[in-house]
Structure formats: structure tokens, C-alpha cells
């Protein structure tokens, strides 16, 4: 069976989404990072990074990255089909997914979201936050004219719209504008039975 380890409210919960997209029976393991628990030493022997999202497998050995156990579930569960067979789409979804957790979450949103990480001065830390936001406005764009008048990101629901999944609730959190094509998603996200089964689990 797999474990998930979760923290509610930051980038995991788009795996949480797509477990139950995918119907995977897996264990649920939430932690609370703001507390520190990720630094535990239980927990760090899990995932030396002492970050989520992380998954552990049958076997007992650990993925970490975004990008990677999105793959890794979609690949594992071929019935969903979430993982496309032609190698071009393989690249774009890939290619997304990246730009989706490498751009718009760790070089924008967490610029907002812990600027306190980056420098010790005040003023400083607001400048980043600044620069963080224009960061999403560019990275939103981009999206959006990615998505066109498409219902999800690459046209069908993909794995891809799991990262944006979060991204969008922290862009509501921080009132972060959104263009209404990747709003309109969004609510499409929440509409879907994934949503309805984390949400009950929270
Ligand atoms: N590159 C990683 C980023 C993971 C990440 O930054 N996770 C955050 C939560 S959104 C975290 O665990 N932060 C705890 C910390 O940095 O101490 C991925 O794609 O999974």
C-alpha cells in the first residue's frame, strides 16, 4: 500500500487530488509543516529533505518532487489513463508540469509565501514578496495563453491541472488576480468527485 505524507493547504494537496482522481488506495499521513514537522528525525529518515509531497512505495522506498510522483501515479495506474502513450505529448505534459513547479511555485508564489527565507530584513522580505507576484502574473499569463478557450491546461484534464489545482487555491489565498480563463478552470478542478473526496477528508 502506499503512504502519502501531506501537509494541508500547500503543494501536496495537488497529489492528494490526484490520488483520489486516480481512485489509488493509499494511506493517508498528514503532518503540519508549520509546526515543524518536517524536520522531525522520523521524519527526515523518511524524506531527508523534509519537504512534501512524499510518497512511499510498496517497497519502502521514498519519491519525492511533484513532477515526479505525478508520473510515477499516472504511469502506475494505467486504467486512469493519465499517462498519454505518444512520446510528444509525454514531453508537454513534462514540459508543464515544470514550468508549473519549477517557475510559478518555487521562483513566484514562494517569494510571497516565505519571503522570511530568502532575508532577515524587513523591507527586503517585501520586496521579494513584490517581485513574487509579478513573477505569478507573468507565470498566469503564460498559463493562460497556454489553456486558450481549452477546459483544462493542455486541452483534457492532465496531471499537469493537479499542480495548477494548487496553485490557484494559493492565489485565492494571497488574492493574487487570476484571468478568467484559469478561474474558470479552477472551479471546473473543484467540481470535480477528487475534490469532493479530499475535502471530505480534511
Ligand atoms: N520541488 C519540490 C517542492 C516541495 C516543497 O517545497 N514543498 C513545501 C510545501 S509546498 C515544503 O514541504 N516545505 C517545507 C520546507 O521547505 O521546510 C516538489 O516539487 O515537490
Known amino acids: 500500500m502506499l503512504t502519502f505524507y501531506h501537509s494541508k493547504g500547500s503543494c501536496s494537496d495537488g497529489i492528494l487530488y490526484l490520488l483520489h482522481e486516480l481512485g489509488a488506495e493509499f494511506t493517508l499521513n498528514t503532518i503540519t509543516l508549520a509546526k515543524g514537522d518536517g524536520q522531525t528525525p522520523e521524519f527526515k529518515a523518511m ?3 523534509g519537504k512534501v509531497p512524499a510518497l512511499v512505495l ?3 522506498q521514498t519519491l519525492t518532487e511533484f513532477p515526479v510522483i505525478a508520473q510515477y501515479l499516472a504511469r502506475s495506474h494505467p486504467e486512469a ?13 513534462q514540459e508543464m508540469l515544470d ?16 519571503p522570511k527565507r530568502f532575508h532577515p530584513d524587513e523591507a527586503m522580505q517585501a520586496d521579494l514578496a513584490t517581485y513574487g507576484r509579478a513573477e505569478i502574473a507573468k ?3 503564460v498559463l493562460s ?19 495548477l489545482f494548487f496553485l490557484l487555491n494559493w492565489a485565492d489565498r494571497l488574492e493574487v488576480p487570476v484571468p478568467g480563463n484559469l478561474k474558470a478552470c479552477h472551479d471546473r478542478l473543484k467540481a470535480r468527485p477528487a475534490h469532493a473526496a479530499m475535502m471530505a477528508e480534511a
Open 58 to 60: 510498496d517497497d519502502g
Open 81 to 93: 489513463g493519465l499517462w498519454p502513450e505518444d512520446m510528444m505529448a509525454q514531453m508537454r505534459l
Open 145 to 163: 495563453a497556454t489553456m486558450g478557450d481549452r477546459d483544462y491546461l493542455l486541452g483534457d484534464f492532465s496531471i499537469a491541472d493537479t499542480a
Open 99 to 114: 514550468y508549473l513547479i519549477a517557475t510559478v511555485h518555487m521562483r513566484a508564489f514562494t517569494f510571497v509565501l516565505v
Open 139 to 141: 507565470g498566469f499569463e
Open 47 to 49: 524524506n531527508p529533505k
